[in-house]
């Protein structure tokens, strides 16, 4: 242990306890306008990159894969929609999948939407909800009109550029009100849900009752685990899609040992001299980067290079649980012998769809100032810049190589990229039983939290790992492996590929149908898969409901395909009549959901 370097920096001076005891939120600026799209541009990868990470067999099976697909797109664009661009999973994924999709010249394009701080204290409180918590009980009819007013701005600005056709992947409930014009205007629109539990609650139902009437005109739903579909959501439309990590990303590339060194100390989370060169990473455009800029550092000992370090990377939010690894580590690591914590997220001011997250790190830092000073001395805060997110990316990519342990020990988890993310990087992981950290902490590469708010049990397995570091080496090298199966962007694209080929055949002419209502294409890949069409309605009829159908009478609206519909209509459509179109709902104009009989579930 060795004294702070100067200067000592504190990334946000705490906020000042108000009369009634409790803290408050610094303001958070308004970075974006209400209804002002900003495109992300991401150069285009090339696959060939993954070859020697995936080796020949699999490559030759995304290079067809991708051949066929893109032959099958045509002219329609694939969208992204998401509500930021940096910080958290959903950024980080799509950063991999738009470049790798651009790689293989196919179109796509990544946007991501606008809205004021009251629409993202909206949407916190549906992610908060869908996970499970409580956040200030159901949303009343003004949050409903201001979600509904932000997202139909957005719209409006959207649907001067997606075209009939497109595919559109929505990410999250910050997008979900989107999904009726888009389809309106001829968009094949899929949901893509990052986040959920495997059971139900109050505050559960209260999201779900929320977000279903918004998301009654999607194609497709696209979930993370099995578990986290809801129960209104027939099976048929619902796919299981686990995220990926790209193994070649300024996040997870190979840095050698000097590199690692030099970027920690421009970070300034190290007791060592200024590095003689900045750390370098190479970008997704093959150009050299550095990283220059330091972070922001709350500590008062900093570690030498040789000491061992644990590391939880996330967003400052509370499911995450960073003041739980605090306590944890300074109650149950601390008193067993050496090593740091350091937890790392992102500067607060540079993430505009969390606004929780200035007041959860404000609380990190009271708590970190009220430790008992031995373990105060062994706990580093740290807040990385944003401005340039590969570089950020490096430094992360930096920060994990450098732990003897990376912890993720959230109470609720989506998937949590950043286990795949340390296990990439072969570090044994201490992880929560939960969401999707239980599909990746497999045996033998890690330690699985049954209860995480055990902080006993937290520490006595980060102590294990730290105190035993020839396990702990081969609990790494084991779960870079189970990474490399499973978790690396080939089977991620392929997954995709799938689902969008299902979402295209719908609304194609009669004469190109396949049995059972088929396209001919999908009907041959189906076979060759092995995938059995499910039967339809009774009869071999498709089924079809209208968008608009109120989700609580779940009731179907069938219909012979083909078959003249003149005054067809669905019971709950209070929508004014419209032009009658092929295909729609003859009152709302809206598009059908897929007839069951096309909808494929992943296995
Ligand atoms: N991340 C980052 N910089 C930070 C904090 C987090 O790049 O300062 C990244 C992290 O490396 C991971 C993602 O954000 O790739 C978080 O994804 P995860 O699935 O773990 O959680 P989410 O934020 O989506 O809930």
Redesign the pocket.
């Known amino acids: 242990m060795t004294e702070p370097p100067a200067p000592y920096v504190t990334a946000v001076t705490p906020p000042s306890p108000s009369a009634d005891g409790s803290t408050r939120a610094p303001a958070l600026p308004p970075a974006f306008q209400p209804g002002r799209l900003h495109e992300v541009a991401v150069p285009g990868t090339p696959v060939a990159v993954l070859e020697p990470v995936i080796g020949a067999e699999r490559y030759a099976r995304l290079v067809s894969t991708a051949a066929r697909f893109r032959d099958g797109l045509g002219q329609r664009t694939i969208w992204n929609v998401s509500s930021t661009a940096v910080?958290?999973?959903?950024?980080?994924m799509l950063q991999v999948l738009v470049g790798y999709i651009g790689g293989v010249d196919i179109a796509v394009r990544w946007t991501v939407i606008g809205g004021d701080p009251d629409f993202f204290a909206i949407t916190k409180r549906l992610h908060n909800q869908i996970h499970g918590q409580a956040s200030g009980g159901p949303l009343s009819s003004a949050d409903a009109r201001h979600y509904g007013q932000v997202l139909d701005a957005n719209a409006d600005e959207l649907l001067r550029q997606v075209r009939p056709g497109d595919i559109v992947l929505l990410h999250d409930p910050q997008t979900a009100g989107l999904a009726a014009p888009l389809a309106g205007a001829g968009a094949r629109v899929v949901w893509r849900c990052?986040i959920g539990v495997g059971w139900e609650n109050d505050a559960t139902r209260a999201a779900w009752d929320f977000l279903r009437p918004y998301l009654a005109a999607v194609h497709g739903f696209v979930f993370t685990r099995r578990q986290y579909v809801p129960s209104w959501i027939p099976a048929e439309q619902a796919w299981i899609i686990p995220?990926s990590i790209d193994p070649l990303s300024a996040?997870n590339q190979q840095l050698d040992a000097a590199t690692v060194q030099a970027i920690l100390a421009t970070i300034g989370v190290l007791d060592s001299q200024p590095p003689r060169a900045p750390g370098r990473f190479t970008r997704r455009d093959e150009t050299v980067g550095e990283v220059t800029r330091a972070g922001l550092v709350t500590g008062e000992v900093w570690p030498g290079p040789a000491d061992p370090v644990v590391v939880q990377?996330?967003?400052w939010?509370r499911l995450?649980d960073m003041s739980g690894v605090m306590r944890g580590f300074a109650e149950h690591v601390v008193p067993g012998g050496a090593g740091y914590l350091m937890l790392?997220?992102?500067m607060m001011s540079e993430v505009a769809d969390d606004p929780e997250g200035a007041l959860v790190l404000a609380e990190c830092l009271a708590q970190w100032r009220s430790l008992p000073a031995a373990a105060r001395a062994r706990v580093l805060l740290v807040t990385?810049p944003?401005d340039d997110v590969e570089e950020?990316?490096a430094m992360?990519n930096a920060i994990q190589r450098h732990a003897q342990v990376v912890v993720?020990k959230s109470l609720a988890?989506?998937?949590?990229?950043?286990?795949a993310?340390g296990m990439w990087k072969g570090r044994p992981v201490v992880g929560s039983a939960v969401g999707g950290i239980v599909d990746q902490v497999v045996d033998g590469t890690g330690i699985l939290l049954r209860d995480p708010a055990d902080l006993a049990a937290f520490g006595s397995a980060v102590r294990q790992l730290l105190d035993s570091p020839d396990d702990a080496r081969l609990m790494g090298e084991a779960g870079k492996e189970y990474i490399r199966e499973n978790y690396v962007g080939d089977r991620h694209l392929e997954r995709w590929a799938q689902l969008i080929d299902a979402i295209m055949g719908l609304g194609q002419p009669r004469s190109r149908r396949g049995p059972n209502g088929t396209s001919r294409g999908s009907s041959r890949r189906l076979q060759r898969q092995s995938i059995r069409p499910r039967a339809g309605a009774p009869g071999g009829r498709p089924l079809i409901t209208c968008p608009l159908l109120s989700p609580r009478s779940g009731s179907l609206w069938p219909r012979s395909a083909g078959r003249s519909r003149a005054g067809a209509r669905t019971p709950a459509c209070t929508a004014p009549p419209r032009p009658r179109r092929r295909g729609r709902c003859h009152q709302c104009a809206l598009p059908g959901r897929p007839p069951l009989d096309q909808a494929r579930r992943v296995r």
Do not use: C, I, M
Not at 87 to 92: K, M
Not at 413 to 419: A, K, M, N, P, R
């Open positions: 910080g958290g999973g959903v950024a980080e990052h995220p996040k990377v996330s967003r939010d995450k790392v997220g992102p990385l944003l950020n990316a992360v993720q988890e989506g998937f949590g990229l950043t286990v993310e």
